[in-house]
């Protein structure tokens, strides 16, 4: 703390102090040299295992891609009997609020495709609005061939109900 060397400080303090480490790098951690730290806590404790300290550690640097990494895991097991769109679903409701809170508009392919997959459940369910404003979150950037042709499917889907002369609507 003296020499203001927070990185090693990051590296050499033990892991089963990470929530003191995590508290001194809120304390003195500049704002350019915040996310660099946070991320490598993270992946100290994610080389141990311990999930939970770094996904916290990840969603303080906001980095969703490495948090929505460790949350995805979630889909391809059983937990308390949920269906893998409602663990679809509790993702992205994460994902989206974390993405607005940070700002980020740039996502892992990985992620894009958790997003084009829960957008196909969407539209299929009828619900093309909602699957639109989940594909508008990621952008226009380096989309995917798949998720461009998706993202148009839904809005001339949408166009197309916006269309439908109201006596044809039962």
């Known amino acids: ?14 892991l089963k102090s990470w929530k003191e480490t995590l508290a001194l790098l809120c304390t003195f951690a500049q704002r350019e040299e915040w996310t660099l730290l946070c991320d490598t806590l993270a992946s100290r404790l994610m080389a141990v295992g311990n999930t939970l300290a770094a996904t916290l550690c990840y969603i303080c640097a906001g980095n969703i ?7 995805s895991r979630s889909l391809t097991t059983d937990h308390e009997g949920k269906s893998y769109v409602d663990l679809l679903q509790d993702l992205m409701e994460k994902t989206i609020v974390l993405a607005l809170a940070t700002g980020q508009k740039q996502f892992s392919a990985s992620l894009c495709k958790l997003v084009e997959k829960y957008a196909e459940i969407l539209a299929s369910q009828g619900l ?16 995917s061939p798949e998720l461009m042709i998706l993202r148009d499917y839904v809005s001339q889907s949408t166009e ?6 109201k006596s044809m609507v039962f």
Do not use: C, F, Q
């Not at 020499?3 to 990051?10: E, F, I, K, R």
């Not at 891609?65 to 949350?71: G, L, M, N, Q, S």
């Not at 197309?160 to 002369?165: L, Q, R, S, T």
């Open 160 to 165: 197309v109900v916006k269309e439908v002369p």
């Open 128 to 143: 093309l609005t909602t699957a639109m404003e989940y594909l508008k979150l990621m952008g226009t950037d380096e989309l």
């Open 65 to 71: 891609d490495k948090a929505v990494e460790i949350w």
């Open 1 to 14: 703390m003296v020499n203001n060397d927070l990185m090693s400080l990051v590296n050499s303090r033990p």
